[in-house]
């Protein structure tokens, strides 16, 4: 990881020493720690802190509970911002649909379902947990989606409940820039049929 010393120049460009001005100040230091972490030189570092945060629209969509399929339409549509984590996109997930977050999870950024090569899991607290079974998927908490090489038209899978496998199709719709007139995300802009009951048949 780069190092920035206290006495050294703000990455932010404000031409303060850091320790009068990210450093003092939570939201944005978070932001330098997680430049940090990905970029390889500096410039590289000062290029992800001046890009302005993405917005993704995600359209997450219910295709079977179990063994049955879901035969009309049952979606959600959100808009969550980059920093947020797969963790985060799991509990907006669950609130639309009504869902109890009582079980691990886990998302497949692939075309393909239980490709764990691709999975990012964790347990109702978004704590990551170690397979048994020779690899383990990587933890949904540490993910943020400007992290995850997200962009519009991909397709990937979400499974809730590894027994009674609650499986979702989420999509990319949108990728864009963030603006001034975003204001409380995550937020849903969307909602298509009612969400079946967890733990009973769906209704007709």
Request: glycine fraction near 6%.
């Amino acid at each position: 990881m780069l190092k920035i010393k206290r006495n050294d120049k703000c990455p932010c460009g404000s031409g303060k020493k850091y320790k009068k001005c990210c450093l003092a100040n939570p939201d944005k230091n978070s932001e330098i720690i997680h430049a940090r972490s990905i970029a390889h030189t500096y410039e590289e570092l000062y290029q992800i802190i001046a890009k302005p945060m993405d917005v993704y629209r995600l359209k997450v969509e219910l295709i079977r509970m179990g063994f049955q399929e879901i035969d009309t339409e049952v979606s959600r549509t959100f808009e969550i911002e980059g920093k947020q984590t797969l963790y985060d996109l799991h509990i907006n997930i669950q609130h639309a649909f009504d869902w109890d977050n009582d079980h691990m999870f886990s998302f497949y950024l692939s075309d393909k379902l239980f490709d764990i090569d691709n999975a990012f899991s964790a347990n109702p607290l978004g704590e990551h947990f170690i397979s048994s079974f020779g690899k383990s998927s990587k933890s949904a908490s540490d993910a943020q989606l400007r992290d995850l090489g997200i962009s519009t038209g991909l397709s990937f899978w979400y499974l809730f409940d590894y027994g009674d496998e609650l499986v979702h199709r989420v999509t990319v719709e949108e990728v864009r820039e963030m603006t001034s007139k975003d204001i409380d995300l995550p937020k849903m802009l969307h909602q298509t049929g009612n969400a079946p009951s967890q733990y009973g048949n769906m209704e007709e």
